[in-house]
């Protein structure tokens, strides 16, 4: 089939670069040149762990194009997905300004029926936005379909080639046929691809996304329960876990959820709620939850320092918002910077992959080692915000020889307490005796 994709950040380009994998045509439109003169150079613009194998290889085939002009992007294509920025607006809400501008754009543009797929994470309603913009101008046959992504940086790749599930939200026969084949190659294991109306649709991917936000809350909070009363939060988790009504996954506690998604479609959804005259009550408290548990380190540290923080400097471990991404949107290691130098401390943090986008971010507010044990020197201890593999079986003797103390803050459950105890550290983690 011949694809468009509007828009080449994160989605885009995995969407893109997916569905020419299975033989699409598909051709990328960005406005910005600069990236679309990279991408078409083979230069991937995005860290995602398996996709610039599959980009170059596409790109090479001439499978996979970009350009900046909408036109030409448009012109041939039979299905044409948004994937734009849907940025909150200063309420929370999401802001639909790039999504309705390209629809607008659009209608001026198309002169055949096409398929029109909104892959952004949108507000319910806006498939029939993106209708009437588009109808404003262009008067013959086409449909809007609401097709949400379920991508996990790290592993989007792999999400996109062997999706859980495809939710198609079109009440049209002929947009069904034509997502059907499309989707087709991906769902080859039995998974469904499960069509339904555009509105449940476009709430299924706000739905999806707030009860696993909702899920982290709930076992952060258990995990504060657990550090009050003595209990131990891995055993709760698996004593929980293995209800199969329940589920092993997205239970573990931690210093609270970040990244692009979570916190942006937790507030869109308690925003919409709110335009339906809907107050969604156990949604305000996963927010404030996390707000908490992202500085759930810090008065732990601070007791352990007699409440003086000025002059101390720590080792930070991990800045990305979660392990095999450079995305620290909302990333509790940077709540932790803030907090800490706010109180006098110096801190140096080693990540595999992010420190190139925290330093551009904040500059030399904090200091940048080059591995995880030269971010230990004179240390008085070491702080873990983001569970990297690599973090999970350190060499603890070239820790405990590097540090000033064997002193660990550990946001992320990554060690044995017992172990590292007898190892003679002094051990905090989340939940945990
Ligand atoms: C998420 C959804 O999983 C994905 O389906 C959607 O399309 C986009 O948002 P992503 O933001 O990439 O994906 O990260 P995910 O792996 O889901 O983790 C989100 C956050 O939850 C991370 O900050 C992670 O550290 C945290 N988390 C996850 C926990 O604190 N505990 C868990 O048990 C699981």
Not at 127 to 132: I, N, R
Not at 134 to 147: E, L, M, R
Not at 335 to 350: C, K, M, N, P, Q
Request: aromatic letters at 10%; a negative charge; one cysteine or more.
């Amino acid at each position: 089939m011949k694809i468009a994709v509007i828009g080449t950040g994160y989605v885009g380009l995995v969407t893109g670069t997916c569905f020419a994998e299975t033989g699409n045509k598909v051709i990328c439109v960005d406005i910005d040149k600069a990236k679309v003169d990279k991408l078409s150079n083979g230069e991937i613009t995005i860290y995602e762990p398996g996709l610039e194998k599959l980009f170059l290889r596409n790109l090479k085939e001439g499978r996979l194009q970009f350009t900046t002009d909408l036109a030409t992007g448009v012109d041939t294509a039979e299905i044409i997905f948004l994937a734009l920025p849907t940025p909150p607006g200063e309420d929370g809400s999401a802001d639909l300004r790039y999504v309705l501008g390209v629809a607008d754009d659009l209608g001026k543009i198309m002169t055949d029926y096409k398929v029109i797929v909104d892959k952004s994470t949108v507000p319910v309603g806006t498939a029939e936005k993106v209708h009437a913009a588009i109808a404003a101008n262009y008067k013959g046959a086409f449909d809007v379909v609401s097709n949400p992504e379920f991508l996990r940086e790290g592993v989007a790749v792999d999400d996109f080639m062997k999706p859980d599930r495809v939710v198609v939200g079109t009440n049209s026969e002929r947009a069904r046929k034509a997502m059907s084949d499309l989707y087709a190659p991906f769902v080859r294991q039995g998974n469904p691809v499960i069509f339904m109306d555009e509105k449940s649709a476009e709430l299924t991917k706000y739905a999806a996304n707030s009860f696993l936000a909702t899920k982290i809350s709930f076992m952060n909070e258990i995990a504060q329960l657990c550090e009050r009363l003595g209990a131990d939060v891995d055993m709760v988790r698996r004593g929980i876990g293995s209800d199969e009504r329940i589920g092993k996954r997205f239970l573990f506690p931690g210093i609270g959820y970040g990244g692009s998604c979570f916190p942006k479609d937790v507030q869109a959804l308690i925003r919409s709620s709110e335009e339906a005259s809907y107050d969604f009550k156990i949604l305000k408290a996963v927010e404030d939850v996390n707000a908490i548990q992202k500085k759930h380190l810090i008065p732990k540290i601070s007791a352990f320092f007699n409440n003086d923080l000025s002059g101390k400097h720590f080792a930070l471990w991990g800045l990305a918002f979660k392990p095999n991404t450079d995305d620290i949107r909302e990333a509790p290691a940077l709540s932790i910077i803030d907090e800490l130098v706010s109180r006098g401390s110096t801190i140096t943090a080693f990540d595999p992959e992010a420190m190139g986008n925290v330093k551009k971010l904040i500059g030399d507010k904090i200091s940048y080692a080059s591995s995880q044990y030269d971010a230990l020197k004179n240390a008085d201890a070491l702080i873990i915000a983001t569970e990297w593999s690599e973090f999970r079986t350190p060499d603890f003797e070239m820790i405990g020889s590097n540090l000033k103390a064997k002193v660990i803050f550990d946001g992320r459950n990554l060690f044995d307490s017992k172990y590292i105890l007898e190892l003679g550290y002094h051990y905090e983690s989340i939940g945990r005796p």
